[in-house]
């Protein structure tokens, strides 16, 4: 399972500033606000990462195109998220870093029509940078912040150049 990229401390502190446009409030609100949002922007397509945001999603019938989970909330082992989902792949990504392997699964489920869903042995977080990366334009990435809301990022090309700086800082990281 080679490692592509590792977080560093610098980065750990940076990557804690949401990488787009926090919605705070309830669970109740912030679906809500994102709703809204899908329906005026109307996104190419929406990316979910993490469990209780993709949980959410589901709850209230929005289907991302690609669902991003690893059971677990906060760290803590939570039971089985059950996504309705048209393929499902499963990849080990360790905390603190982006495998080759999850690369290569975030590119295959994006190059599909199908609505997909990863499932992480390890840790999804970090995910979010290589799934902004690879989205296209005008898509909507989006991730829980603990304690506050939710994170939605649009995918631009200025975006994908900010995401890209951060791969390029982590890249000296260990090659397994």
């Known amino acids: ?3 592509k990229y590792s977080l560093t401390p610098e980065l750990r502190i940076k990557l ?3 990488l787009g ?6 669970f109740i609100e912030t679906i809500k606000k994102f709703s809204d949002m899908v329906n005026r922007e109307k996104p190419s397509i929406v990316i979910s990462v993490g469990d209780t ?3 959410n999603l589901a709850k ?3 289907l991302p195109r690609l669902s991003i989970i690893d059971n677990k909330r906060m760290r803590k082992s939570i039971p089985q998220t059950l996504l309705a989902t048209e393929k499902t792949l499963y990849v080990k990504n360790p905390q ?3 495998t080759e392997e999850a690369i290569a699964a975030i590119q295959e489920a994006l190059q599909s029509s199908r609505h997909a869903k990863i499932v992480i042995d390890g840790e999804e977080d970090l995910l979010t940078l290589i799934a902004i990366m690879q989205a296209p334009q005008d898509s909507f990435v989006l991730y829980g912040q603990p304690h506050e809301g939710i994170v939605v990022v649009k995918v631009t090309r200025d975006k ?3 995401v890209s700086e951060i791969l390029k800082a982590m890249e000296k990281g260990s090659k397994n």
């Open 1 to 3: 399972m080679p490692i």
């Open 16 to 18: 804690k500033q949401p």
């Open 21 to 26: 446009s926090l919605i705070r409030g309830s």
């Open 53 to 55: 945001v993709s949980k």
């Open 60 to 62: 209230n019938h929005i």
């Open 96 to 98: 603190g870093t982006i």
């Open 160 to 162: 994908k150049t900010e």
